[in-house]
Each structure stands twice: as structure tokens, then as C-alpha cells.
């Protein structure tokens, strides 16, 4: 008779999407069996001093959010994530740089507003699995690596943490949503040639997939803030980090309605600023042509023309919806891979901007993902049907079970190169 292992489930699972406009998390205990809870962050980071944080939280006063007031302290280095960089120490998102070398940071900042909300101790491990741009993919194992480095000890308004990263899985932008869309297909994705297109803030992103087989994925600059630059630069007094013009730009809609845009305006008089607005939309109406041809320029470069399919996803397509759905009259289009959102988790506002993120948490933390102690082997040692099979790590890991993730009817791994 072989003994059964004793399982050990993290205490945290997390699934994150480090967006050019917002940091967007999901997670859940699982030893409390309870609905994910929904995190979404301001993308700014700033690097600070030690000194300057401690002397912030001398001073800071009144009860706020822990996501307003994040920071963290990775060895010698120390930033404000979120609200508190862009508002205190003039951080920016960083859009230039790659995401791995801001993703430390703000999942160590993630995860000290997690704890504060969800009422966990500093001390706990974790299962994470992180959305990565295309063309960032390769850097996976490097992030792996620094994120086990900086979570085993780092700094932050409430002391110490320390993290076990007790499993990591990074897949590329749009993979979340492909992941559920093929598990969805089951076998008929041999039959099919889908494009997963994730239009977003930094990013335009593109996933192909040809009778299954899944090509590396490809990226590029043109997402929104590729428009946004464009459009500032012809507007007077117009700054890309206002956070009221990501709003004016999507309520001016398609029409680019100057009502909408008013607000915008800096002018003091009502007849000043409704000629300001009528400038602003003009203007807004030139950067969304030219915006939009150069997008579809590159996106008929990057997936081949015999398409089946193809999934249009991320907040930048929804604003362009009308323009795509003309665009690509000629072939199925299927909005978001046809994710769908549950309203007790979307509490921020935020729609389809987490299909994403939450495709990945189905897939990889959907229900019989982890195996507790006790919770259905055999004497034999194996899965009882009501349990996922799962292998039994090291003693090293603390006995922590990684099984396979949940598989719907028909579900197919995603190749491990991408």
C-alpha cells in the first residue's frame, strides 16, 4: 500500500495582467474556497528613498486604501506603486522600458495590497500566473528568477513580507483568452486558423494559431498611447498623463463628440472652450485615421489572410469596434473569444479589459486545479474521478501540489515555446 502525500494548497493564488493602463489582478484563498476578488492599480512606479517613504508614512494621515498607498522595499531599492507614484512622486507607467523590468516591483506591491484586503499574514506562498507582451515572452524564466529572489524578503507599510513562489506560469498577451477559446473548440481547433489580436494601452499584440499549431506571437507599439502622442502633439495644453483624457477620448466615441471633449479645454469663458472643443475633435478625428490605418497595416503583416477566425479583444479594440467589424467583414469575428465576465467580479467598471486575466485564472485555477489534503486519493495513491491528478513535489517545496490545470472537454496544452 503506498501512502498518500499530504498535499499543501497555497495560500494565495494570483493571476495578473501588467497593462500600460492598469495593473489588473485576480485572486482567491483556496483554503476558503471563496469567489476571486477583482485588484486594479494605477500602472505608475516611481524609485524612491528610503527615507522618503518612511517620512510619508510619518505623515500621511486619515484612513486609505492600501492600494493608494503602496510601497515597496526590495533590498536597497525602494518605489511607490500605483496611485501613490503617480500622485506623490511624479511616476510614469514606464512604457518604453520592458515589462519584466517593472514587473517585480509591482507584484511585490500586488501582493502587500492583497494581504492587507484579503486579511493574510506576511508570511505566505503563492501560485502566480502573469500576461506577458509577444515579444517579452523569452524573458519568463529571467522574471521567474527575480521574482523568487525578491519575494523571499521585501520592505513595506506594514513590515516585512516574505513570499514563497511556490509556482509560475507566464503566457503571452491574448493567451489567456486563446487558452479558453481552444478549450472551448476541443479537437475542431485542428480544423480551424484562428488569430487572437489583444489591442491594449502599450501594445498591439497577435497570436496565431494554424490547425492548432501555435506560432510565436508577435507585438508591437501600437496600442492607444501610439495614438495618444499623436493627438496631444496637436492639441495646446493637452498632457497623455491627464487622467480625464482617456475618458473624454472614449465618451467622444467614434463621432469624436466635442460636448465630450469640453472638459478638456483650459479656456476660461463657455464660447472659448466650445471652439477649443471643436479644435480637440478635429483634431482626435485626424490621430483615430491615421492611428487606425497604421494599426491595420501592421496586422495585415502578421497573420496570413486564410483566417477562420479572428478574436478581437482589449479596451483599444473595443473603442475601434465599429471600424474592425468593417474592416474584417469578410471573416469571423469573435469579440473577447466569448469570455464572459461575472458581475460579481468586475466591481471596478472595468468589462472586457480583464477577459484576459480572468480566461487565465479558469484556466490555470478553475475548480479542481489544486488537490487539498484528504481530498480524494486512494490507498493505492491515486486520483479518485472527483479529483485532478497531481504530481507530488520535493520536500523542498513544502509539499506543495502542482496538478494539472483544469481541462474542459476537449483542452489542449499551449506549447510551452510561446
Not at 522600458?97 to 499574514?121: D, N
Not at 490621430?287 to 479572428?310: G, H
Amino acid at each position: 500500500m503506498i501512502k498518500p502525500a499530504t498535499v499543501v494548497v497555497p495560500d494565495l493564488l494570483l493571476a495578473i495582467d501588467l497593462g500600460g493602463s492598469q495593473t489588473k489582478a485576480i485572486a482567491s484563498i483556496p483554503a476558503k474556497n471563496g469567489f476571486p476578488m477583482l485588484l486594479c492599480m494605477e500602472p505608475e512606479i516611481a524609485d524612491v528613498s528610503d527615507a522618503s517613504v518612511h517620512d510619508y508614512e510619518k505623515t500621511k494621515s486619515g484612513e486609505v486604501d492600501p492600494e493608494n498607498t503602496c510601497w515597496v522595499g526590495i533590498g536597497d531599492d525602494y518605489y511607490a506603486v500605483g496611485f501613490l507614484a503617480r500622485h506623490k512622486y511624479g511616476g510614469n507607467s514606464l512604457l518604453k522600458q520592458l515589462k519584466e523590468e517593472s514587473a517585480v516591483p509591482k507584484i511585490c506591491g500586488v501582493l502587500w495590497v492583497l494581504c492587507q484586503k484579503l486579511k493574510l499574514i506576511g508570511k505566505l506562498t503563492v501560485a502566480l500566473t502573469v500576461l506577458l507582451p509577444p515579444s517579452e515572452y523569452q524573458d519568463r524564466k529571467r522574471l521567474e528568477v527575480k521574482l523568487k529572489q525578491a519575494l523571499r524578503r521585501f520592505n513595506t507599510p506594514t513590515g516585512e513580507m516574505r513570499v514563497k513562489l511556490v509556482d509560475f506560469n507566464a503566457k503571452p498577451e491574448g493567451g489567456g483568452i486563446y487558452l479558453y477559446h481552444r478549450s472551448i473548440l476541443g479537437a475542431d481547433i485542428k480544423n480551424r486558423n484562428v488569430a487572437v489580436v489583444m489591442l491594449g494601452y502599450r501594445n498591439a499584440s497577435v497570436l496565431v494559431s494554424a490547425r492548432g499549431a501555435v506560432a510565436p506571437g508577435v507585438s508591437s507599439t501600437f496600442g492607444m498611447s501610439w495614438m495618444l502622442d499623436d493627438f496631444v502633439r496637436r492639441c495646446s495644453g493637452l498632457a497623455k498623463e491627464d487622467p480625464r483624457l482617456m475618458a473624454a477620448i472614449v465618451r467622444a466615441g467614434s463621432e469624436c463628440n466635442p460636448e465630450a471633449l469640453t472638459k478638456l479645454s483650459r479656456r476660461n469663458s463657455s464660447v472659448e472652450r466650445e471652439g477649443e472643443a471643436q479644435e480637440i475633435s478635429e483634431a482626435l478625428k485626424l490621430s483615430r485615421d491615421e492611428y487606425f490605418r497604421a494599426l491595420v497595416r501592421w496586422l495585415s503583416q502578421e497573420f496570413p489572410r486564410d483566417n477562420d477566425e479572428i478574436i478581437l479583444c482589449g479596451g483599444t479594440a473595443e473603442y475601434f469596434k465599429r471600424e474592425l467589424e468593417a474592416h474584417y467583414s469578410n471573416v469571423k469575428v469573435i469579440w473577447n473569444g466569448d469570455v464572459e465576465i461575472p458581475p460579481g467580479l468586475d466591481t471596478t467598471g472595468m468589462g472586457i479589459r480583464i477577459a484576459d486575466v480572468w480566461a487565465l485564472y479558469q484556466v490555470f485555477f478553475g475548480v479542481g486545479n489544486l488537490i487539498k489534503k484528504d481530498s480524494g486519493l486512494t490507498k493505492e495513491g491515486n486520483a479518485s474521478s472527483s479529483a485532478t491528478p497531481a504530481m507530488v513535489s520535493s520536500a523542498s517545496e513544502s509539499n506543495f501540489v502542482r496538478s494539472t490545470p483544469p481541462k474542459p472537454k476537449g483542452f489542449l496544452e499551449m506549447p510551452d515555446r510561446l
